[in-house]
């Protein structure tokens, strides 16, 4: 075999298991809309909306909104980081958490 047919071999398997790896990986629909991070998600998508109106109304400066959405970003990767450790899903406890940091956010932003 010409070094060149073995160099493309070699390429086009390790591409292959790359393709595989990731896909078996990827997250299935159910695991995405798992009841407890879609009630996790939904909570941080509202309280998102929230800041956004706090800001426009004027009731929180351009500082604050900022680091409430700093405060949902790191809410919402704890959660990610969560489901990746759990095979797609949260505990309940780490949904318990999550909602304990939520309320905490949600109560900075309606002050």
């Known amino acids: 075999m010409k070094l060149s047919a073995r160099i493309m071999l070699i390429s086009l398997s390790a591409l292959t298991f790359a393709a595989l790896s990731s896909s078996a990986s990827a997250e299935t629909e159910w695991q995405k809309q798992h009841p ?29 909104a900022h680091e409430l959405h700093q405060q949902d970003r790191a809410i919402r990767q704890q959660e990610r980081a969560d489901a990746r450790q759990n095979h797609g899903h949260i505990t309940k406890q ?15 932003i309606g002050k």
């Open 36 to 64: 407890r991070r879609a009630e996790v998600n939904h909570r941080l998508d509202h309280q998102d909306k929230r800041i956004n109106k706090e800001r426009k109304e004027g009731e929180i400066n351009k500082q604050q």
């Open 94 to 108: 780490e949904q318990k958490t999550l909602n304990q940091e939520e309320n905490t956010v949600s109560k900075e």
